[in-house]
């Protein structure tokens, strides 16, 4: 049996006051809009056994289904006497209540019994008796859930439909406006940035593999680590529930007279200003250079993934101090240019390469289920992000952008732009995403009306690396670019 949350409401008028909401449910009350009760329910005085439903979609909170009565109260409401006399208004016209429940869901059908009216009727009565009295209008009464059942078919009312009443969706108050807050130079091509999730710190990871962190609160800027060989672009990402590491992808170029070069994710340990090499495989095992480019903790921080340009995702986890990666063949010979995890960290999301076509294929950590070619995308991917409840994919490529519903792989929206996107990512409320592309151009879309509201060309001199959100601080941004600057940002 299915049980549903259920608010008492009234519409009606008395002697001096026309028609309005009465009682409404709490939350409607706390928003504000109780008048809108009365602008959807209405109709003509129907049989006793007989009710009326009517959705409510797009409300500012949430879509609802009404199920409502329309009769003629008696004296005996209102405690006057005779229990059969219809009461009036001030010009002798019969006086109607609007009587009924509102669900926090959209419904097409649901069973009701005669039980839940007379319960709602007893609720509704003494804000009624008080309304009787007053020549001026006062704000709604508010009422408490009670729990409906689902009854069987048995003794239930008939039900007549009603069109839903559709409101027009609200305009988001973000209006896309940014404002340049502070920017840092540094001395070599910034590759990634990440924010700590205390927002105290942001690591910069250069293109010739220095590790800085930059003390925002000081504003001191310190390298952590400088490789022997720089020469390889590559990620950085903090973890989210022990900011003390860091870790990034670094690579030693093969030079004359050197060793075999290898790839390898650095591990460093703020606690302790130490570092640890996660070498599980070696470039003489995979043919090609330039192996390694993405890194990223799990939201959860007990994962590290890492991904190669030969199709292989390795995965370190916290619980074994990182020791030993486990490695997945996802795809042999193509390059998972980016990977990110769902905000559950269960999944790896990947977004692989294949003959001028980009795929996303995900890996479950828990289950070790891999699914190949989850979302065929319509150019190569350079970027991926996920909304923070889940809900959409954002593909960043070399033709342009996409918007996908992550459940269903449907295809929300698409748009060519002119130069390839190097950086996307959501806001943390999941009202916006930026992307920025390899002319140092910044856009900013608006997910709820699937348009651009605003576009910053030349925000860097070249190409955009990194779009990171401030954790603590929802409307500001860092970005970094090519031109060796990392900037941030306040959204308005």
Not at 156 to 178: A, D, E, V, Y
Request: charged fraction near 20%.
């Amino acid at each position: 049996m299915i049980k549903y949350q259920a608010w008492p409401f009234l519409v009606s008028r008395n002697l001096y006051v026309d028609y309005r909401t009465i009682v409404a449910p709490d939350f409607i009350c706390s928003a504000k809009i109780a008048n809108l009760l009365a602008q959807a329910a209405d109709g003509e005085i129907i049989p006793e056994n007989t009710v009326y439903l009517r959705k409510i979609l797009n409300s500012q909170v949430g879509n609802l289904t009404l199920v409502f009565r329309v009769f003629h109260p008696t004296k005996a409401d209102i405690q006057q006497g005779d229990i059969k006399e219809k009461i009036k208004d001030g010009f002798g016209r019969e006086i109607c209540f609007i009587e009924g429940l509102v669900i926090r869901e959209e419904l097409e059908y649901i069973n009701i019994v005669s039980a839940n009216f007379e319960f709602i009727h007893h609720q509704v009565l003494p804000a009624y008796q008080e309304f009787w009295h007053i020549n001026q209008p006062v704000p709604a009464v508010e009422s408490i859930a009670f729990e409906l059942e689902n009854e069987s078919d048995h003794n239930s009312f008939n039900i007549i439909n009603l069109s839903p009443l559709i409101l027009k969706k609200s305009l988001p108050t973000i209006q896309g406006k940014i404002i340049k807050v502070k920017d840092k130079d540094c001395q070599h091509q910034v590759s990634c940035i990440d924010f700590s999730a205390d927002s105290k710190y942001l690591a910069i990871r250069t293109e010739n593999q220095d590790l800085y962190l930059w003390d925002l609160a000081k504003d001191q800027y310190n390298k952590l680590y400088a490789p022997k060989h720089k020469d390889f672009m590559s990620e950085v990402s903090f973890n989210p529930l022990k900011n003390q590491y860091i870790a990034m992808g670094c690579y030693s170029h093969p030079r004359l007279n050197q060793p075999t070069p290898k790839n390898y994710v650095l591990l460093f340990d703020l606690s302790s200003n130490n570092y640890k090499e996660l070498t599980y495989f070696w470039q003489q095992e995979l043919g090609e250079k330039f192996s390694l480019k993405t890194v990223n903790f799990s939201p959860n921080g007990l994962y590290l993934a890492s991904a190669t340009q030969q199709g292989k995702l390795l995965i370190w986890q916290e619980q074994d101090n990182y020791e030993k990666a486990e490695v997945l063949n996802i795809h042999n010979g193509y390059p998972i240019n980016c990977l990110i995890f769902t905000p559950d960290s269960k999944t790896v999301i990947c977004g692989v390469n294949q003959d001028n076509q980009g795929y996303i294929t995900l890996y479950t950590v828990p289950s070790h289920i891999q699914s190949l070619n989850y979302i065929h995308c319509l150019s190569l991917i350079n970027k991926l992000a996920i909304s923070p409840d889940g809900k959409y994919l954002a593909v960043a490529g070399n033709s342009g952008f996409e918007l996908w519903d992550f459940a269903t792989q449907n295809r929300l929206y698409s748009q060519v732009c002119d130069h390839p996107l190097t950086a996307i990512n959501f806001n943390s409320t999941g009202e916006i995403i930026i992307w920025g592309d390899i002319q140092g151009k910044l856009t900013v879309f608006d997910i709820q009306r699937k348009i651009v509201i605003s576009e910053y060309p030349d925000i860097h001199n070249d190409a955009i690396t990194a779009i990171v959100f401030n954790p603590r601080i929802s409307q500001q941004f860092a970005t970094s670019g090519l031109d060796q600057k990392v900037k941030f940002w306040q959204l308005n």
